[in-house]
């Protein structure tokens, strides 16, 4: 049974507020996934501890980097179920984790951070992680462009 809307919409917002854009079917996930040229980043939402305290407020400061992914989205566990299952369908290699970082270029997962990961690391830490990855995995072209 998914959670109540109203009570996870302000740890939606946390994301959407800074550029994210929610995939809440399988069928959007597929689309941004194999039609989006350059890197996506899917962000696994999720209400525990560890995705208000470290990952959210991580992953927004990691976002004011000059190279990112050319689109940011994000699935919510436990509300987006049938997205959340399909955008880790994507995360091969790894079991189901929430929260989750995972960076896709070519529909190909080459990034992905676990709550296992999240979990030892602060905010900052998680942001510095991130952009590491964006600055890897990223086109400077879009940098530059932007």
Not at 48 to 75: E, F, W
Not at 91 to 99: H, K, R
Not at 113 to 127: C, F, K, L, N
């Amino acid at each position: 049974m998914p959670y109540p809307e109203f009570m996870i919409q302000p740890m939606r917002q946390e994301l959407t507020s800074v550029g994210f854009e929610e995939l809440r079917t399988p069928e959007q996930v597929d689309e941004v996934v194999n039609g989006t040229e350059g890197t996506v980043m899917i962000v696994v939402n999720s209400v525990c501890g560890c995705a208000a305290g470290k990952a959210r407020p991580g992953i927004a400061r990691s976002l004011q980097n000059a190279i990112k992914p050319d689109r940011i989205t994000t699935v919510f566990a436990g509300a987006d179920i049938d997205a959340t299952d399909r955008a880790r369908g994507y995360f091969t290699g790894y079991a189901p984790s929430s929260p989750s970082i995972g960076i896709l270029k070519g529909g190909k997962l080459v990034y992905l951070m676990q709550r296992s990961d999240i979990e030892v690391r602060g905010p900052q830490d998680i942001a510095q992680e991130l952009i590491n990855a964006y600055e890897t995995h990223c086109s400077k072209e879009t940098a530059a462009a932007g």
